[in-house]
């Protein structure tokens, strides 16, 4: 029998804590998938946030170091200047790195770091009970913004991706969501070149994936995926925002 | 081995090169600049890094990580800096990481001044971070000790796998004074098995981390960071004392206040007066018991200090009521003058005060 599909080894066996319908399952899994087909599990040292992916440390199967809420990047930094050998990823919510560590992606970036990072915006704080992000919509309800987001009040959502890619340092950038199975692999794609980037030494890399919080959108997980679809891609449009120039 | 005449803040780099250091993550404060110049100078010349952070929030991190990678690392301030790298520190300690952490201190609170100062004592010896954790605090008193305590810091760090503050103020940063540099006391130092290196597929992964999310589990780990705190206190322990058997009135001081300390008790026992002088060089695990040794006819004792009195809990916990404690101090970066030291002894030596 010809195996289809298996779990990869860039996956530990413990049972994630994710709620029913969250995609951060999805992407951890494409995460995963990428090191290990990339041939990079063993020289990776990936960095964990705070936000409901802080557990991420104990799924992904490779050297993690954990870190306070915002400053994965200033934490990956450390690392990889002091082992430029190793491939150094973090993974990073929208409260996480679009909030309180905004100075630490940006100056990442802007310092042309040699690292990686999978952006989860979510349009939420999922782990602290749906309290308002910079990305969420206008008009998008959450705790903290009761009668929905008013740009009056707080401004319009930040688009992460778009704000980047106007630095030079980052090489590579794209925006994607994993709401179908095309779109699976396209992130995937995105995922594994912009690791690539980072292993042939060009700079910075992030790709920001649209994911689903069903529990605090208050829907079910298809109705999520919808409302994602609808709403979000709207607003964030997928796509590559930039990516090295081809050099023959 | 030759002695060279440098500046405190530059010994700082040259001591921690020496010992080993090739990574430096910092952000420029006065007045501790000279320190982060230096080590952007020297570093890249022997293969290290030398990084100017967009923050003391990201130095310190920078640092975190670097640290779990392996590395001997170390970054410098001045206390509004240091404020901000609390978090930092926090997550270094409940990682039980190594690191040398420097704190030349300035007036505060808030901006304050960039003078000299030891405003900073409480946040030093009492965390400042959140949570149970304890930092090796060591106040050096001139730029020989600085040299020394810096080399032997990184040693203390490795060994009990926890952060050491070195604390001196703007005097000890700027000061010139001939230095030698010596090897510290050999410590067996631990492996560092559990550095984030990649597994290489020989081992499981290594995780750094601070998050127990069961109550059983997190007050394991903090059992565990209390019992390695007591093996620093019985183990590391540095003071300096003198005349402690015989005097009738004993200065308590360190640091910079400490060495104007010891000019005021020359010239008192020029006068005839019976002066002593414990100075805590371990700030944190704190000589208490050195204390123990005062003779019973002291008069009482003089804590000294360039702040308005945080060590004085610390000298009342050691006296346990046996002494009255006195305390002068000057702030806003003015240095108490020995003459204002005498003054205040002889008041002591009257029962004035
Ligand atoms: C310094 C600090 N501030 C606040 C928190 C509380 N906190 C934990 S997770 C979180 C929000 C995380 O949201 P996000 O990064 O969007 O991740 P998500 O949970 O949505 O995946 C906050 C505010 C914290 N742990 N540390
Ligand atoms: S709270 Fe939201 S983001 Fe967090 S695990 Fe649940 S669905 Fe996912």
Redesign the pocket.
Known sequence: MTVVFKKTKGLTDVQTHYCPGCT?GIVHRLVAEALEELGVLDETIGVA??????LAYNYFNCDMHEA???RAPAVATGIKRVRPENFVFTY??????AS?GTAEIVHAAHRGEKISTIF?N?A?????GG?M?PTTLVGQKATTAPYGRDEKHCGKPIRIAEMLATIDGAKFVERVTVTSPAHVRKAKKAIKECFQVQLEGKGFGIVEVLST?PTNWGLTPIEALKWLEDNMIPYYPLGNFKRPEEVE | MTKVLMRGNEAIGAAAIEAGCKYFFGYPITPQSELPEYMARELPKIGGIFLQAESEIAAINMVYGASGAGARVMTSSSSPGISLKQ?GISYIAGAELPCLIVNIMRGGPGLGSIQPSQTDYFQATRGGGNGDYRVVVLAPSNIQELVDLVIEGFDIADQYRNPVMILGDGMIGQMMEPVEFKKPKPRDLPKKDWATTGTKGKRKPNIINSLYLEAEELEEHNKKLQAKYQAIKENEVKVESYNIENADVVIAAYGTTARIAKTAISQLEKEGYKVGLIRPITLWPYPYDEFEKINDKCKGILTVEMNTGQMVDDVKIAVKGKYPVHFYGRTGGMVPTPGEIVEKVKEIYGGEI
Request: charge should be negative; proline fraction near 4%.
């Open positions: 951060h946030p705070v936000g409901c992916s802080v306070a809420h915002g990073q919510g929208d409260g996480d790195l309180i989860i979510n939420i704080y999922g782990m602290t309290q992000a919080c | 978090e």
